[in-house]
């Protein structure tokens, strides 16, 4: 069953109105021949690592030893969803991570090439506030919403708390991926892939 249901964080984030979040439940194969005509977004939650805890309140986004790393799981994962995105002729344009280890070394196994972009990030803490979640929707939105190169897909690999800051879904499991599609100043998430679910090209 397709779920039409509109996610606002409204009166929390009040600036969502301008962009608000879409959610649909398309199945994988859908998914895949829309990105394949290219203009939409992927949302990918990096691969899995060796532990999940909230390294954001400590950990400094551009040293690795401060932070959760890929596990060997999430390293074959990056590998797969590389391989899988590769054999269904799904085109690929720009590639934006985080600073986080993690993210960058998922978009480097998959696509083999990254810009990083401090925007990614989160913000140190746990428990958010409203003005750091808003802070994180703030910084996300736009890159979601710029204009796509035609004919490709625009790849983002981040983290569960910006993503939720955006769309209310918060993403899992880790490895995940998330298409998205701006149409009329909304942001539409037509529905995710997990990293086990990718059929066969």
Request: proline fraction near 8%; glycine fraction near 8%; aromatic fraction near 6%.
């Amino acid at each position: 069953m397709t779920l039409r249901i509109v996610l606002t964080l409204t009166p929390l984030l009040p600036l969502l109105a301008s962009l608000p979040a879409l959610a649909q439940d398309a199945p994988p194969d859908a998914l895949i021949a829309a990105l394949q005509d290219g203009g939409h977004v992927i949302y990918i939650r990096h691969a899995q690592t060796e532990s999940d805890y909230a390294d954001q309140v400590t950990a400094d986004p551009l040293n690795c030893a401060t932070q959760r790393v890929l596990s060997r799981t999430g390293w074959q994962q990056a590998l797969h969803i590389g391989a899988m995105v590769e054999g269904h002729g799904i085109p690929v344009g720009d590639v934006v991570t985080s600073q986080y280890c993690r993210a960058w070394q998922t978009a480097g196994l998959a696509f083999g090439t990254y810009a990083e972009n401090a925007a990614l990030n989160f913000e140190p803490a746990e428990e958010y506030t409203d003005a750091q979640f808003e802070a994180m929707r703030s910084r996300v939105e736009p890159l979601i919403a710029a204009p796509i190169e035609a004919g490709t897909n625009r790849i983002i690999v981040g983290h569960d708390d910006p993503f939720e800051a955006v769309t209310g879904i918060y993403p899992e499991p880790q490895g995940v991926a998330y298409v998205l599609r701006v149409a009329d100043g909304t942001i539409e998430v037509l529905g995710e892939i997990a990293p086990d679910a990718w059929p066969q090209p």
